[in-house]
Every structure is written in structure tokens, then in C-alpha cells.
């Protein structure tokens, strides 16, 4: 069945230094959608992409939707210790049920 | 707006007792649920999903089983609990399938 593959799992970085996370997958998908877990807690829906192509920004956020609609990344600018948690991305499967990738979790030191 | 409860946030269960988890959503009409899984540090395991009253589809087959009693009441049950039963148990809701809202969660430990 689909699949979605992310990479890396875990990332640590020094604050202020970029962060990127990647989303692959071996078919086309309709859409591709990014949550973000704090540790803790619960997933929380950041964007959705539809687009061939497509790119979207939430303040240091950048989201893009690759050409083939296989892939997509999440580019954190200058990270803030605000930004620590995990992040799936996820595609809609059977029905209306979402496919989630494994996550990246990002740790980031002051 | 929109909001959604999930109940007990914490839950110790020994092993071959029973469970009961609810979730309800407030604020929308036939919403589409689900019911997902997270052990530590993992990702989500899409456990059930509804479309609609009393409809229920199964992503895993396992130890649980869910209801959709009223149109916006989850429920994921379990006959008798079994050690890898334990985990953070999440219930979410969407619209037409588009972006999902999660609930806080339950995180069950069976001992």
C-alpha cells in the first residue's frame, strides 16, 4: 500500500541553525499535509499542499511540494528552541484516512 | 469552534482486563474519526476510521475493536488488555478529509 517515507528521523541542531526534513514516496500523491507533535502532546496540522510544484511559508516555515507530487520538505530558518518536536508528514490513503510518515524529531540545544 | 475530548488522559490497566476509550467532538456534523496509535517515540498507527454512524474500518487487525454509537462519539474498546496494547491512543476528526484536529490524547499503560 502507500507509503510515506521521512528522513531523517532525528535531527539535532544548534540554535539558530536551519533545519530540513524530507518526505518521499514511491507513488503519486494528491496532497501532502505536515504535523507537528510537541513533546508531549498531541499532533497539530501546520499546512497542506496541493500543487505540482507548490510552495508555502509560515514565518520561518517553508513548504514545498515536489513536481512529481512524490516528495516534499519542511525548511525551518535560524531554529528556535520553540521549535523542538516532531514532524510527520502525511498523505491521504484509503478513503479518507491519512498515511503518516515515521516523523523527524528535531532537538535543539541553546 | 470546534473541539474535541478525550477521556481518561491517563490510564493503568493490568494485563486481560477491559478498555474503554471515548472521544467526542463538538462544534461540527458528521465529522470523520479516527483512532490512532502511538507507542514511545514512534509514529501514528491508524487504528479505525468512520465515515459515519455505525460505519467502522479497520486499518490493523488486533487486540481492539471501535463504535460509532452516536455521530460524534468514538469509542476504541478492548476485551482483555494485552502488554503491546499499551501506548498513547489518539482520536482525531476531520472534514471531508481534509486536514486532521487531534484530541489530547490517552496514554494507557498495561501492566
Known amino acids: 500500500g502507500q507509503q510515506v517515507m521521512q528522513i531523517p528521523q532525528y535531527q539535532h541542531v544548534q540554535e539558530g541553525e536551519d533545519f530540513t526534513t524530507y518526505c518521499n514516496s514511491s507513488?503519486?500523491?494528491?496532497?501532502i499535509q505536515w504535523y507537528k507533535q510537541r513533546p508531549g502532546g498531541h499532533p497539530v496540522f501546520l499546512i497542506q499542499?496541493?500543487?505540482?510544484?507548490e510552495v508555502k511559508k509560515q514565518k520561518r516555515l517553508t513548504f514545498q511540494f515536489g513536481e512529481a507530487k512524490k516528495n516534499s520538505s519542511l525548511h525551518i530558518t535560524a531554529t528556535q528552541t520553540t521549535d523542538v518536536g516532531t514532524y510527520f508528514c502525511?498523505?491521504?490513503?484509503?478513503?479518507?484516512?491519512?498515511?503518516f510518515g515515521k516523523g523527524t524529531t528535531l532537538s535543539v540545544s541553546s | 469552534s470546534q473541539t474535541i475530548h478525550q477521556w481518561p488522559a491517563t490510564l493503568v490497566q493490568p494485563v486481560g482486563s477491559p478498555l474503554s476509550l471515548e472521544c467526542t467532538v463538538e462544534?461540527?456534523?458528521?465529522?470523520?474519526l479516527y483512532w490512532y496509535r502511538q507507542a514511545a517515540g514512534r509514529g501514528l498507527q491508524l487504528l479505525f476510521y468512520?465515515?459515519?454512524?455505525?460505519?467502522i474500518s479497520s486499518e490493523v487487525p488486533q487486540n481492539l475493536s471501535a463504535s460509532r454509537p452516536q455521530d460524534r462519539q468514538f469509542i476504541l474498546s478492548s476485551k482483555k488488555l494485552l502488554l503491546s496494547d499499551s501506548g498513547f491512543y489518539l482520536c482525531?476528526?476531520?472534514?471531508?478529509?481534509?486536514?486532521?484536529?487531534f484530541g489530547p490524547g490517552t496514554r494507557l499503560t498495561v501492566t
Open positions: 482525531a476528526w476531520s472534514q471531508l478529509g481534509y486536514e486532521q484536529y
Open positions: 507513488t503519486t500523491l494528491s496532497n
Open positions: 499542499l496541493v500543487k505540482s510544484g
Open positions: 502525511a498523505s491521504i490513503g484509503a478513503g479518507t484516512a491519512l498515511i
Open positions: 462544534g461540527t456534523s458528521n465529522p470523520n
Open positions: 468512520s465515515v459515519g454512524i455505525g460505519q
